[in-house]
């Protein structure tokens, strides 16, 4: 099943046109992110093109009423039974439509396979799958699978039809209310875009739970305190994970986009189209992994298909329990191949850093819930519902947090590279060194200077080929070689800026990047590599910004280039971060957002750290205020003044409330500052 | 050949070689790009304190370009040393001294900047030398005139995001600043050529008006901008500046701000303008004997030039005196790196040199220095006091 953030009504959130605009454009940045398939064998074939613009993706659902591509089906067209009414959404594994089954006269979801995909076996396999998988369960949290079909030449399930908005919409709708400093936001109901501001003042929101009779009124989430309402979905889901896990349906693919929820706040369970059943075959046999990048298990993203079982339902869920909390998704990166990675080797942040108010007993469920070892985790969806609900009720939780000695041991464990590098260093660095002084009088030096000389001139002609320079880099054996390759990869890239090929570029930097880390025990050229690149990332982003400024290109040319500074923030390099951040600040994507606080919340050093924070109050979002407000607890002073300043520009409705802690700082010139900016507030004149 | 990224490896005898095996001095200086005019002070200087040594103790000087590249300077690093070069004298630049400092340590032939101050570029690595002051000692004492004496108490930070000296002194100076009660208004970071920069400082003058509306109210007086930036960028905010509001402020800048254009750019259009820097043409450094070494350095420089001797003449003049003497009998660069690590050279026109154990000099002094100011006032101040 595609997503359900597509079948429900794509209504812009309320403002004016163009905080809808930025919203859309928003929703559909989460939308790359999130909905990368790592199915290699179907990507292609099944993934619609991205829209080409960004004024085509607005008004897209508008556009696609009539028909849809491929399929020959229009509105009030008649498929074995069902009426077609509208298509209500678009996803990897078909089109969806809301349909009336004419016979009981009832409303349904009918999902269509995407044109040419009833001929592939795989395709259809994964269909019938889904239906079966779906069709043994029966819990009130899944949604009901009505039945299956090819006929016409065409593939359909019809499924239970569920109005409302998905999970994904409803934290799409919280980041958007915190934006815009709105307290409340409706997430079910009647009419889920009525302003409710009037509705909620002075009505104790705290204790709405689904099943309370307020319900009818919707549901409505206080963003102080949204964390008891999204526990309680999740439990809810855990139930229904437990009924398909006692069915052998394992479903591998938690997301929020899969959660759905009715417009009387009921969440279901939805989307088994990847879902693996014990007594079946895998379609995936090719060992390719399945899942949304974001949300995969470890056991998921490094392919151990044998240990994939229902424990990663359960980190998947946790996963999508975090996000739900902090409105963050705890790893993230600037490719697949890096989410993976930090999915598989990385500690995600913290909830209470990303949302300062979370109950700590909540957290540590969050955190069980992902822990990278599946036997640390909650070993059923059970477990881990029993322990969100002993939450609700305010009994003594069974997870406990990591005590001192297992983070230490985490720490030691995530760096025992180094750690075990680290007792043969000197031996390698003076092995190198040895090899680099014997090669010192090499003539394949002043190879290397009359190569920069030609490569530097631009009159000189042709450029080596990129691929050739790479395979260099990770193929040099000897120091010479490796300092040949990365002169020679410098070079390169210095013409890329120089002829303005940014594109080119910023795949070589990426590249260049990994096979740096490469280098890593190879220090001094590892060192080199990184001098000689920092002034074409600085020009890149240089370059970058003014055809940004610019509006320069079409919207797919924009994002790509939005997409490279992003990329940039995590560079190792602090001035390189500071230009990447400097210009995403003054460009003011709202899709820039996200990147700026993940690359804050990652960064360590204190000008990456300032650099990122003085862009986000540049950028002017009040959705950076929870993450700058965290901030504000740094044990770095300028990291801490940097994000009151940024604060105090802000100006969110509570910045007395955050700005509290400082108080009692210890730097004295920060009291100063601090009560400068309460002196204001006040209206006091000092 | 073009000039970008060439390495124009000119071999300059300017002493008469002896026959045996001579200690060779390297140069790496940009003598191409947007840097050059630098380079060009730089080799004056060096060229100058050769002068004054007798002429068989003149060692063979080897010159290679960097262009202001750190890419550049690690290839003319390479060719310094296969050329013979026991030590250098240079790089000028923050940036390309870090490439440098790679190279150094891997040939174990170390290097002494003249001009680059970034903190880094001696960190952790026993081959890197500078003699000047690093950018944090600097911008104390910026920060320390303009909060006290000058009282300023709103500053908006202009600074060149390509620059990395530029960066960490306005991070450094920022952070002085705010530790003795100023506010940093805001930041209005710029790449040299951007169409805003003749722009910036009516920009600045409109966010410290903004600023004291909003907040506490701050004098007229009282606000100030500190622009780190090449003197090129700088001279264009300077003519480019429109706004009325520009007269209010205090301007606030380091070492590239020099030469007859600027000073004349500058005159009566603000109501004042600050450097800080090593040097100053009439009075030496504070600690500077002001007796024969400086006059001596004066005087050689006025028979050769129009101009006075700029801030990097005169480090790349004293870099000069102060290594060569290192050289005699140094068996090797580690040796040679361990007496750097020792040196103490008094006689110095920007000041005494004392190298501390990390290749940075302590205590080295400065210069405050008030532009345009027909008095030509001039604190000297001293690092670390």
């Given at each position: 099943?595609?997503?359900?953030?597509?079948?429900?009504?794509e209504?812009?959130?309320?403002?004016?046109?163009?905080d809808?605009?930025r919203?859309?454009?928003?929703r559909?940045t989460?939308?790359?992110?999130r909905?990368?398939?790592?199915?290699t064998?179907?990507?292609?074939a099944?993934?619609p093109?991205?829209?080409g613009?960004?004024?085509?993706?607005l008004?897209?659902?508008?556009?696609?009423e009539?028909?849809?591509?491929g399929?020959?089906?229009?509105?009030?067209s008649?498929?074995?039974g069902y009426?077609?009414?509208?298509?209500?959404g678009r996803?990897?594994?078909?089109?969806?439509?809301?349909?009336?089954?004419?016979?009981?006269?009832?409303?349904?979801a009918?999902k269509?396979?995407?044109?040419?995909?009833?001929?592939n076996?795989?395709?259809m396999d994964?269909?019938?799958?889904?239906?079966?998988?779906v069709?043994?369960?029966?819990?009130?949290?899944?949604?009901s699978?009505?039945?299956?079909?090819?006929?016409?030449?065409?593939?359909?399930l019809a499924?239970?039809?569920?109005?409302?908005?998905?999970?994904?919409e409803?934290?799409?709708?919280?980041?958007t209310?915190?934006?815009?400093?709105?307290?409340?936001?409706?997430?079910?109901?009647?009419?889920l875009?009525?302003?409710?501001?009037?509705?909620?003042r002075?009505?104790?929101?705290?204790?709405?739970?689904?099943?309370?009779?307020?319900?009818?009124?919707g549901?409505?989430?206080?963003?102080?305190?949204?964390?008891p309402?999204m526990?309680?979905?999740?439990a809810?889901?855990?139930d229904?994970?437990r009924?398909?896990?006692?069915?052998g349906?394992?479903?591998r693919?938690?997301?929020?986009?899969?959660?759905?929820?009715?417009?009387?706040?009921?969440?279901?369970?939805?989307?088994?189209?990847?879902?693996k059943?014990?007594?079946?075959?895998?379609?995936?046999?090719?060992?390719?992994?399945?899942?949304s990048?974001?949300?995969?298990?470890?056991?998921?993203?490094?392919?151990?298909?044998?240990?994939v079982d229902?424990r990663?339902?359960?980190?998947?869920?946790g996963?999508?329990?975090y996000?739900?909390?902090?409105l963050h998704?705890?790893?993230?990166?600037?490719n697949?191949?890096v989410?993976?990675?930090?999915?598989l080797?990385?500690?995600?942040?913290?909830?209470?850093r990303?949302?300062p108010?979370?109950?700590?007993e909540?957290?540590?469920?969050v955190?069980?819930?992902?822990?990278?070892?599946?036997?640390?985790?909650?070993?059923?969806?059970?477990?881990?519902?029993d322990?969100?609900?002993r939450f609700l009720?305010?009994e003594?939780?069974?997870?406990?947090?990591l005590?001192?000695?297992a983070?230490?041991?985490?720490?030691?464990?995530?760096?025992?590279?180094?750690i075990?590098?680290?007792?043969?260093?000197?031996i390698?660095?003076t092995?190198?060194?040895?090899?680099?002084?014997?090669?010192?009088?090499d003539?394949g030096?002043?190879?290397?200077?009359?190569q920069?000389?030609a490569?530097?001139?631009?009159?000189?002609?042709a450029?080596?080929?990129?691929?050739e320079?790479?395979t260099?880099?990770?193929?040099?054996?000897s120091a010479?070689?490796i300092?040949h390759?990365?002169?020679?990869v410098?070079?390169?890239?210095?013409?890329?800026?120089v002829?303005?090929?940014?594109?080119?570029?910023a795949?070589?930097?990426?590249?260049?990047?990994?096979?740096?880390g490469l280098?890593?025990?190879?220090?001094?050229e590892?060192?080199?590599?990184?001098a000689?690149v920092?002034?074409?990332?600085?020009?890149?982003?240089?370059?970058?910004?003014?055809?940004?400024r610019?509006?320069?290109?079409?919207a797919r040319?924009r994002?790509?280039?939005?997409?490279?500074?992003?990329?940039?923030?995590?560079?190792?390099?602090?001035?390189?971060?500071?230009?990447?951040?400097?210009?995403l600040g003054?460009?003011?994507?709202?899709?820039?957002?996200g990147a700026?606080?993940?690359?804050l919340?990652?960064?360590?050093?204190t000008r990456?750290?300032?650099?990122?924070?003085?862009?986000l109050?540049?950028?002017?979002?009040?959705?950076a205020?929870?993450?700058?407000?965290?901030e504000l607890?740094?044990?770095?002073?300028?990291?801490?003044?940097?994000?009151l300043?940024?604060?105090d520009?802000?100006?969110?409705p509570?910045?007395e409330?955050?700005?509290?802690?400082l108080?009692?700082?210890?730097?004295?010139?920060l009291?100063?500052?601090y009560?400068?900016?309460?002196d204001?507030?006040?209206g006091?004149?000092p | 050949?073009?000039?970008?990224?060439r390495?124009a490896?000119?071999l300059?005898?300017?002493?008469?070689?002896?026959?045996g095996?001579?200690?060779?001095v390297?140069?790496?200086?940009?003598?191409?790009?947007?840097?050059?005019?630098a380079?060009?002070?730089?080799l004056?200087?060096?060229?100058?304190?050769?002068?004054?040594?007798?002429?068989?103790?003149?060692?063979?000087l080897?010159?290679?370009?960097?262009?202001g590249?750190?890419?550049?300077?690690?290839?003319?690093?390479?060719?310094?040393v296969?050329?013979?070069?026991?030590?250098?004298?240079?790089p000028?630049?923050?940036?390309?001294?870090?490439?440098?400092?790679?190279?150094?340590?891997?040939?174990?032939?170390?290097?002494?900047?003249p001009?680059?101050?970034?903190?880094e570029?001696?960190?952790n690595n026993t081959?890197?030398f500078r003699?000047?002051a690093?950018?944090?000692?600097?911008?104390?004492?910026?920060?320390t005139?303009?909060?006290?004496?000058?009282?300023?108490?709103?500053?908006?930070?202009?600074?060149?995001?390509?620059?990395?000296?530029?960066?960490?002194?306005?991070?450094s100076?920022a952070?002085?600043?705010?530790?003795r009660?100023?506010r940093?208004?805001?930041e209005?970071?710029?790449?040299p050529g951007?169409?805003?920069?003749?722009?910036l400082?009516?920009?600045?003058?409109e966010?410290?008006?903004?600023?004291a509306?909003?907040?506490r109210?701050?004098?007229?007086?009282?606000?100030?901008?500190?622009?780190?930036a090449?003197?090129d960028?700088?001279?264009?905010?300077v003519?480019?500046?429109?706004?009325?509001?520009?007269a209010?402020?205090?301007?606030?800048?380091?070492?590239?701000?020099?030469?007859?254009?600027?000073e004349a750019a500058?005159?009566?259009?603000f109501?004042?303008?600050?450097r800080?820097?090593?040097?100053?043409?009439?009075?030496?450094?504070?600690?500077?004997t002001?007796?024969?070494?400086?006059?001596?350095?004066?005087d050689?420089?006025?028979?050769r030039h129009?101009?006075?001797?700029?801030?990097?003449?005169?480090?790349?003049?004293d870099?000069?005196?102060?290594v060569?003497?290192q050289l005699?009998?140094?068996?090797?660069g580690?040796?040679?790196?361990?007496?750097?690590r020792?040196?103490?050279?008094l006689?110095g026109?920007?000041g005494?040199?004392?190298?501390?154990?990390?290749?940075?000099?302590?205590?080295?002094?400065f210069?405050?220095e008030q532009?345009?100011?027909?008095?030509?006032?001039?604190?000297?101040e001293?690092s670390?006091?």
């Open positions: 099943m595609p997503d359900r953030r597509e079948q429900s009504d209504r812009p959130d309320p403002g004016d046109g163009s809808a605009e919203g859309a454009a928003g559909r989460r939308r790359l992110r909905d990368v398939r790592i199915d064998g179907e990507f292609r099944e993934y093109p991205l829209p613009d960004r004024e085509q993706y008004h897209a659902p508008d556009a696609e009539g028909s849809s591509d399929l020959g089906i229009r509105v009030g008649v498929i074995d009426r077609v009414k509208r298509q209500i996803g990897g594994m078909g089109v969806v439509f809301e349909a009336e089954q004419v016979s009981l006269g009832r409303t349904v009918l269509v396979l995407p044109a040419g995909a009833v001929r076996e795989r395709s994964r269909f019938r799958r889904e239906a079966t998988a069709a043994r369960l029966s819990h009130p949290r899944i949604v699978v009505h039945g299956f079909n090819v006929a016409e030449g065409i593939g359909y499924m239970e039809y569920v109005d409302g908005l998905d999970m994904a409803v934290i799409d709708r919280l980041r209310a915190r934006t815009h400093g709105r307290r409340f936001v409706r997430i079910s109901g009647p009419d875009d009525q302003d409710i501001t009037t509705w909620a002075g009505r104790k929101l705290m204790g709405t739970m689904p099943g309370d009779p307020r319900i009818r009124s549901i409505v989430i206080d963003l102080r305190n949204p964390f309402m526990a309680a979905f999740v809810d889901i855990a229904a994970l009924h398909a896990h006692a069915n349906v394992i479903h693919d938690i997301k929020p986009s899969n959660l759905l929820l009715d417009r009387e706040g009921r969440v279901k369970l939805s989307d088994f189209g990847l879902a059943s014990a007594d079946a075959a895998s379609v995936t046999e090719s060992g390719d992994l399945v899942g990048p974001a949300y995969v298990s470890p056991e998921q993203a490094s392919s151990r298909r044998a240990g229902e990663s339902d359960v980190y998947s869920l996963v999508t329990l996000e739900m909390l902090t998704q705890p790893f993230l990166g600037k697949v191949a989410i993976l990675r930090n999915i080797t990385g500690d995600p942040p913290p909830p209470s990303l949302a108010r979370i109950p700590r909540l957290e540590t469920i955190l069980k819930a992902i822990e990278r070892d599946p036997s640390k985790r909650y070993q059923t969806a059970e477990e881990f519902g322990d969100l609900r009720n305010f003594p939780i069974a997870a406990r947090p005590g001192r000695t983070r230490a041991w985490r720490a030691v464990r995530r760096h025992r590279v180094a075990s590098l680290g007792g043969m260093g000197a390698v660095v092995l190198v060194g040895v090899l680099a002084s014997g090669l010192g009088g003539d030096r002043r190879d290397i200077v009359r920069i000389l490569a530097g001139g631009h009159d000189g002609g450029s080596t080929d990129v691929a320079l790479l260099q880099l990770s193929t040099a054996e010479l070689d300092r390759a990365v002169e020679n410098s070079v390169e890239a210095q013409r890329l800026l002829d303005g090929e940014y594109e080119r570029l795949e070589l930097l990426a590249v260049m990047d990994t096979q740096q280098l890593d025990w190879r220090t001094a590892s060192n080199l590599l990184a000689n920092r002034g074409v990332k600085i020009g890149l982003c240089r370059d970058l910004h003014r055809l940004l610019a509006r320069d290109g079409d040319t994002r790509s280039r939005l997409a490279t500074l992003e990329r940039l923030l995590g560079d190792e390099d602090w001035q390189v971060c500071k230009n990447a951040a400097v210009a003054d460009v003011a994507a709202l899709s820039s957002l700026l606080q993940d690359a919340a990652r960064r360590e050093d990456g750290k300032v650099a990122l924070i003085r862009a109050q540049e950028q002017g979002h009040r959705d205020v929870p993450l700058l407000a965290s607890r740094s044990p770095d002073p300028w990291v801490r003044l940097a994000a300043d940024a604060l520009a802000l100006d969110p509570d910045l409330d955050l700005v509290v802690p108080s009692r700082d210890p730097e004295e010139w009291l100063y500052r009560d400068d900016v309460l204001r507030r006040r006091e004149s | 050949m073009t000039t970008r990224s390495i490896v000119t300059l005898l300017l002493a008469a070689a002896c026959g095996p001579e200690p060779a390297g140069v790496l200086l940009p003598r191409s790009g947007r840097t050059q005019a380079g060009d002070q730089a004056a200087g060096i060229a100058l304190a050769l002068e004054t040594l007798p002429e068989d103790a003149r060692p063979r080897v010159v290679a370009d960097d262009g590249t750190a890419l550049a300077t690690t290839a003319a690093y390479d060719v310094l296969d050329e013979g070069a026991q030590v250098v004298i240079g000028l630049d923050t940036g390309c001294a870090l490439a440098a400092a790679v190279v150094a340590r891997r040939r174990r032939v170390p290097f002494v900047s001009s680059a101050t970034g903190e570029v001696t960190r081959f890197a003699i000047c690093g950018d944090a000692e600097m911008a104390r004492k910026l920060a005139h303009a909060a006290y004496d000058l009282r300023l108490q709103h500053v908006v930070v202009v600074v060149d995001l390509s620059d990395r000296h530029a960066l960490g002194f306005a991070e100076f952070h002085e600043f705010v530790v009660r100023g940093i208004v805001a209005l970071p710029f790449h951007d169409e805003d920069v003749p722009g400082l009516d920009r600045a003058a966010r410290l008006r903004r600023s509306e909003e907040g109210p701050v004098p007229d007086d009282r606000r100030g901008v500190l622009v780190m090449s003197h960028d700088v001279l264009a905010m003519r480019g500046a429109r706004s009325p509001a520009v209010d402020l205090v301007l606030l800048g380091g070492a590239d701000w020099e030469g007859p254009e600027l500058l005159a009566g259009r109501r004042g303008a600050w800080v820097s090593h040097f100053h043409p009439d009075e030496g450094a504070p600690d500077a002001r007796g024969p070494d400086v006059s001596t350095f004066l050689a420089w006025s028979r129009d101009e006075p001797p700029s801030d990097i003449a005169a480090l790349a003049y870099a000069t005196l102060a060569l003497p005699a009998d140094a068996a090797d580690a040796e040679l790196a361990d007496r750097l020792e040196l103490a050279f006689g026109v920007t005494r040199v004392h190298m501390d154990a990390s290749g940075r000099p302590r205590n080295k002094s210069v405050l532009l345009h100011d027909p008095r030509r006032s001039a604190f000297f001293r670390g006091e």
